[in-house]
């Protein structure tokens, strides 16, 4: 409700009646926008009380602007301003006030043109293929609503709700560390783990502690964008590495370090984003010699360790011995999907207690009902499970939608099949842009809304992800023939 008593002045010396004055200003809070058509006014009563009026005094207000077509009154619902204001008064309430959010702002601020705008589908799209993310249907919903229930049980939400670490809460950290420890190879205690809402604003907080305007920072080529934009967003320099079958080019980076001061290094070696190529073994190993040697701090984003389709999968570098070099960042949400927006921070204790700090200007509590549901998942076995459970169900959707681009778009696409991971690199041969592919496409109901590199300098690359883990094998078949016949029309 609006604040009457600062927004209606009263003055009771005046010549003119003071449900007069009632009436006059209230019909300026409709002329002036605050009062929209349709709004519901307080009760008699409550507006008595609120501007220290008879109730009667109100009344005769009301009934004014009633008799006048501004407010209805209606049955069991009480006053409204009219859906059909007197002729002078929409004409002034539609054209001679503008809001100020309408127009444009006077001051200067980064426009932020750097980085694309990430927009929803468009209204009709059949089938929407996504960068990689999970398929929510697959969750174990009664498991994640029994653990609901527990954290919303009176004594667990009251101190929940009242106690807070900006580490995020001490029951999830525990659980995490197990899980991490158990899958990853880590050894790491709560104190080298902090919480945060999604991998990407744990990366932004790394980064904000160590990069300064000007320093040179190391990424590859290609690399996320998000990343990227959030590095050059705090004045780095970014120096690009190339990227191969085998991972970062690390004799190339070796290059790179002799001649120039690298303040930071950004790498993800599984299932690199965008390409899902994985490090080899040699690269890595080479990679960590060259992190000991020039005491370069990095950022290792392994966004999606946990879907891997082959037996022996590689542990993070997070695992070797890097001296504290190494920032490990990772999400639940690649897990879990978007209604679990959590991430987390591996590093070492002075580093993570500056991150809090920071992280507490970003956002002062996290997800604490989401953090404790997840705990709870991870202590009683429901998350290794899901992840078994989902792990064989996007093995066999990779395998089918590999097949499938390579009967119907062997000759207009590339790929190599990814070891696990939810997408897959497709990179379009020349003679079909991409751009003009998925402009066709986009016709057809099929759009795409992960990483494109299709315009620019990145139209050399004519790429792009195609998430499978969020489709089922009816959607594959639809999206690969949209996908042929835009190429074909292109062809032809």
């Given at each position: 409700m609006l604040p009457y008593k600062n927004l209606i002045i009263i003055d009771k010396k005046s010549n003119v009646a003071v449900y007069k004055q009632l009436a006059f200003q209230l019909i300026s809070l409709i002329q002036e926008g605050k009062l929209l058509p349709g709004t519901e006014l307080p009760s008699t009563r409550m507006l008595a009380d609120d501007l220290q009026l008879h109730r009667k005094t109100i009344m005769a207000a009301y009934n004014t602007l009633v008799t006048e077509d501004w407010i209805d009154n209606l049955p069991r619902k009480g006053y409204t301003v009219s859906l059909r204001l007197p002729v002078v008064k929409p004409r002034s309430y539609n054209t001679n006030r503008l809001s100020?959010?309408?127009g444009s702002s006077s001051f200067r601020f980064d426009r932020m043109e750097t980085l694309i705008s990430l927009a929803n589908p468009p209204v009709g799209a059949r089938i929407v293929v996504n960068d990689g993310f999970p398929d929510v249907s697959l969750l174990p919903t009664e498991a994640i609503l029994k653990e609901y229930r527990?954290?919303?049980d009176y004594t667990n939400l009251n101190r929940i709700s009242t106690f807070g670490d900006a580490?995020?809460?001490?029951e999830l950290r525990r659980s995490l560390c197990s899980f991490l420890n158990q899958t990853r190879g880590l050894d790491i205690g709560i104190e080298n783990l902090l919480v945060t809402r999604g991998a990407q604003m744990a990366i932004y907080i790394a980064a904000s502690l160590i990069i300064r305007p000007g320093d040179k920072v190391i990424v590859s080529e290609p690399s996320y964008f998000i990343a990227n934009a959030a590095f050059e967003k705090l004045g780095a320099q970014l120096i690009r590495v190339p990227i191969d079958d085998e991972g970062m080019c690390t004799e190339t980076l070796e290059e790179i370090l002799k001649h120039n001061d690298v303040k930071m290094m950004y790498v993800i070696p599984h299932h690199h984003q965008p390409?899902?190529?994985t490090m080899s073994v040699d690269r890595r190993n080479h990679l960590l010699q060259l992190i000991t040697a020039y005491n370069i701090a990095v950022i290792e984003d392994d966004y999606d360790y946990d879907f891997q389709f082959q037996y022996d999968p590689y542990l993070p570098l997070a695992s070797g011995d890097h001296g504290g070099n190494i920032i490990y960042i990772g999400s639940v949400t690649k897990v879990l999907g978007t209604p679990f927006r959590l991430g987390y921070i591996i590093a070492t204790k002075e580093f993570l207690i500056a991150a809090a700090k920071l992280r507490t200007i970003i956002d002062l509590r996290g997800e604490v009902v989401i953090e404790h549901v997840v705990s709870g998942l991870i202590d009683n076995g429901e998350l290794m499970r899901h992840?078994?459970?989902?792990?064989?169900?996007y093995a066999q959707r990779c395998d089918f939608l590999a097949d499938l681009i390579t009967s119907e778009l062997g000759n207009i696409v590339n790929f190599t099949k990814p070891s696990g991971g939810m997408a897959l690199w497709l990179k379009f041969k020349q003679e079909y842009p991409l751009s003009r592919v998925l402009s066709k496409a986009n016709n057809m109901g099929l759009v795409l809304t992960g990483s494109v590199y299709s315009k620019g300098k990145d139209a050399r690359l004519n790429a792009c992800r195609f998430g499978f883990a969020s489709l089922n094998e009816e959607e594959m078949k639809?999206?690969?023939?949209?996908?042929?016949?835009s190429a074909d029309s292109i062809g032809n």
């Open positions: 100020s959010y309408k527990n954290v919303f580490d995020g809460s001490i390409t899902t190529v992840i078994k459970k989902s792990n064989r169900i639809e999206a690969v023939s949209i996908l042929r016949k």
